[in-house]
């Protein structure tokens, strides 16, 4: 048998796997960093529904402010509400998360985890504010595709921003970019 030969059905196989995994990632919806990315967009707009629907129900969430962590059935909700109050009672407005990059996606059948490199942006009593961080994410596959079931927040000490300067060469703008959960 030829060298050729012999491969064909290595590359017929092959195919079909990719084939395959295209289907089943179809039917379990968006990959799980879609998934993430959706939900901070939602996040950033305002829309709770939208960002709410991206989450198991019964999630895990660390954050950086006390309790520091929500579990159980209607997570999500407490933590949101928590989160409004705490941001109301710091004098936290327009909080914005932007991710700067994919440092980890793993996916193992159902499961997946995914840790993405945040920028969160805020005012602080008017004052501009950035903070850096990374946020982990565990993510299920479920009947109704994939759902974060876990999210950690891991951030620096938020610190001023400071306004860009005219550039006069070709200089790093002061200002980090946005984001954060």
């Known amino acids: 048998m030829t060298s050729s030969r012999r491969l064909a059905p290595l590359l017929i196989l092959s195919a079909a796997a990719v084939a395959l995994a295209g289907v089943a990632q179809a039917a379990g919806g968006p990959d ?84 993405m490199r945040e920028v969160y942006t805020y005012k602080d009593h008017g004052r501009r504010m950035v903070e850096l961080g990374d946020q982990a994410y565990t993510l299920h596959n479920g009947a109704d595709g994939w759902k974060i079931t876990g999210a950690a927040w891991a951030g620096s000490k938020p610190h001023r921003a400071t306004a860009a300067k005219p550039a006069t060469s070709a200089a790093t703008p002061a200002t980090a970019p946005a984001a954060k959960h």
């Open 32 to 115: 799980p960093v879609a998934l993430v990315r959706k939900a901070t967009d939602a996040f950033n707009r305002g829309d709770m529904k939208a960002a709410s629907a991206s989450y198991a129900d019964d999630v895990a969430i660390t954050d950086e402010f006390a309790p520091y962590q929500w579990h159980g059935p209607g997570t999500l909700q407490t933590y949101l509400n928590d989160f409004g109050n705490w941001s109301k009672t710091s004098g936290q407005t327009d909080q914005k998360v932007t991710i700067s990059s994919v440092l980890r996606s793993d996916v193992s059948g159902d499961a997946a985890y995914v840790v």
